[in-house]
């Protein structure tokens, strides 16, 4: 086993940490504040070719394998949390199930400008009564002759604000519970599909979180990605990499957290000398070292697992729910080290440890990735 990146991935994540600390950390705290959708960051990070890593060129993407992805992913959100979670949703939850279930056509179509980053996607699972429990989503799509009608709405949808296309589950048949649900593309300008609540949030505030309403959408059998019926497959397969993305932009909070605590802990003094000569703030900081190199690694694990092709939901789930926890640790005992500061919205610890919490929450809460990895146990995987 070597631990060691390729020199492939050395270069993608010097790359990446260069771009993110001149171009994108100086702007983390102006887009909090506005919570505007930074649009011209997601165009740079389209011309570093970081919106469709995992596609092939063919299909306009960087043909990479998925520790690039994590890495990128993870410089990203070290530098700004909202941008991590913008390319990871347009990467993991937009561009990678259009690729695998997606025909040529359709990838000419929904995959190819999305990939190139001219446009960007989003992903609609999540309902007002659905979370969680998202086979029981109410959304319909009831066939008339050759068309599909959609009525319904989506909630907490990221990037929904800003997206091309949003790829929405609906339910075709009720009588057959998960095994109902077919999984749609639908373009922004489609009559009937509109953007219903801009949700203010307690973090990653510019991500662009809005309800997507449909009503009375008509869609012919060429929006149908994936076979009818095939929806929740493709909704819960996407999330095992989507974790991954999660995982990735946790660990880059994480070691943000920790990079500033470095330095704040060996510039401010107390008792007439830096509080880093301090024991209580050393182990702080050893803690956080090393939950952040073990969610890293766990990361890195499941990107492997990813790219082997085999199943890789328990090495994903267990990614994102290492990282994440840590992450909110690690973010806290950030706002510990700055003291009064670090509960002041001009340092960049209040910031970190309100982004944190999200990671906890989306692409499948605490409490179900500890329910896939029992399960994955109990199945003896
Ligand atoms: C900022 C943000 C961005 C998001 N982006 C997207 C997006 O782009 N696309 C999208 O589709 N969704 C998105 N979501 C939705 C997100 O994935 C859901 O909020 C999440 O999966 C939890 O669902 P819920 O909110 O309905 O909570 P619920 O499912 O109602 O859960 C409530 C509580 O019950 C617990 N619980 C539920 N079921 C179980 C169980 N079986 N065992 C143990 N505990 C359980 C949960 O862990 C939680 O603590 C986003 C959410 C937010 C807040």
Not at 93 to 109: I, N, S, W
């Amino acid at each position: 086993m070597d631990f060691r990146l390729t020199e492939e991935q050395r270069l993608i994540r010097d790359m990446v940490r260069e771009f993110a600390r001149e171009e994108i950390a100086p702007r983390a705290a102006e887009i909090d504040r506005t919570r505007e959708f930074p649009r011209d960051t997601f165009r740079k990070c389209a011309d570093l070719n970081l919106t469709g890593m995992m596609v092939p060129e063919e299909w306009g993407g960087t043909g990479l394998d998925s520790v690039s992805y994590v890495i990128a992913v993870e410089e990203l959100s070290r530098a700004c949390a909202t941008t991590g979670v913008i390319i990871s949703v347009n990467n993991s939850l937009y561009c990678d199930p259009v690729q695998r279930y997606g025909t040529d056509a359709q990838k000419e179509r929904w995959l190819k400008p999305f990939a190139l980053g001219e446009k960007i996607g989003c992903y609609c699972l999540t309902e007002p009564h659905a979370g969680s429990d998202a086979a029981s989503l109410r959304t319909l799509a009831v066939r008339e002759g050759d068309t599909w009608v959609l009525n319904g709405s989506k909630v907490f949808v990221t990037n929904g604000i800003a997206a091309d296309c949003a790829i929405v589950f609906a339910n075709t048949d009720r009588d057959k519970g998960n095994r109902g649900l077919t999984a749609f593309l639908v373009d922004r300008d489609t009559p009937g599909y509109s953007i219903g609540k801009h949700e203010t949030k307690m973090g990653i505030t510019a991500s662009g979180s809005v309800e997507i309403v449909l009503d009375h959408v008509r869609l012919s059998d060429e929006h149908r990605l994936g076979a009818e019926g095939e929806g929740f497959k493709v909704a819960m397969s996407t999330l095992d990499g989507g974790r991954i993305g999660i995982a990735a932009q946790a660990v880059g909070i994480a070691q943000s957290a920790l990079d500033h605590s470095l330095s704040y802990a060996r510039e401010r003094k107390a008792f007439g000398k830096p509080i880093a000569e301090l024991q209580a703030i050393q182990f702080k900081l050893a803690n956080m070292a090393v939950a952040v190199e073990a969610s890293r690694m766990l990361t890195y694990r499941a990107a492997v697992a990813k790219d082997s092709g085999r199943r890789f939901s328990q090495e994903s789930a267990m990614a994102k729910l290492m990282a994440s926890e840590a992450c909110v640790a690690a973010t806290r005992e950030a706002v510990q080290i700055y003291g009064g500061y670090g509960y002041i919205n001009e340092y960049p610890v209040e910031r970190l440890y309100r982004d944190a919490k999200i990671t906890e929450i989306y692409e499948g809460t605490s409490e179900i990735q500890r329910v896939v990895i029992a399960a994955g146990l109990l199945k003896g995987e």
